[in-house]
C-alpha cells in the first residue's frame, strides 16, 4: 500500500509580524558575554528583527538570568528571550551548581510560559573554550541562540 505522506512543521527564520524580543546578559566575563550579545543582534538584524524590537538587559551572573527570565515571560510582552552567559571551570563544585541550575532554570521558564528561551550560556573548562564559541572557530553561540528563538518564536505563532 502506498505510504500516506505526514504532515511535517517547522519554523523559519523570520519573526512574526510584530514581535519583540529579549536579550538578557551576565556581565560576568563580560568581554565573552559581549561578543555573545553582538552575535545575537547581528542575527536578529540579519533576520529582519529590528533594533527597536530588541531589549538587551544585563544581570550579574548566570544565577541571575532565570528569574529575569521568568519576570519578562510574565509580561507576555516577548515572543522569545535569548539568555547569554559565561561560567568557566573552578576548582570548586560552583560551577556544576550556577552552569545546571542555569540551565534548568532556563527550561522552567520556557515550560511554564511556552515561550522560546534559548540557553546560550556558556559552560566550559577554560576561557580559551569560550572564546573559541564567542565569536572564534566554533562560531558564535550568542548567534545561534538568537536563531533558535526566531525559528521557534515562528513556529509556536502558527498554533495561536
Not at 523570520?14 to 524580543?21: I, K, L, S, V
Not at 560552583?94 to 550560556?121: I, R
Request: glycine share 12%; hydrophobic share 45%; charged share 25%.
Amino acid at each position: 500500500s502506498p505510504e500516506i505522506p505526514m504532515p511535517s512543521f517547522e519554523g523559519d527564520l523570520r519573526a512574526p509580524e510584530g514581535a519583540r524580543f529579549a536579550i538578557i546578559a551576565s556581565r560576568w566575563n563580560a568581554r565573552i558575554t559581549e561578543a555573545l550579545i553582538e552575535g545575537a543582534r547581528k542575527a536578529m538584524r540579519d533576520h529582519g528583527v529590528g533594533e527597536d524590537a530588541v531589549d538587551v538587559f544585563r544581570v550579574p551572573g548566570a544565577w541571575e538570568l532565570p528569574v529575569l527570565a521568568a519576570r519578562l515571560a510574565a509580561t507576555g510582552g516577548y515572543a522569545g528571550i535569548v539568555a547569554l552567559g559565561c561560567v568557566v571551570r573552578g576548582d570548586t563544585r560552583h560551577f556544576e551548581h550556577v552552569a545546571d541550575g542555569c540551565s534548568e532554570g532556563l527550561m522552567d521558564v520556557a515550560m511554564e510560559f511556552g515561550l522560546p528561551v534559548a540557553n546560550g550560556v556558556l559552560a566550559v573548562d577554560r576561557v580559551e573554550d569560550a572564546e573559541a564559541r564567542a565569536g572564534g572557530s566554533h562560531g558564535n553561540k550568542g548567534e545561534e541562540a538568537a536563531m533558535v528563538v526566531i525559528e521557534m518564536s515562528d513556529l509556536l505563532a502558527r498554533f495561536e
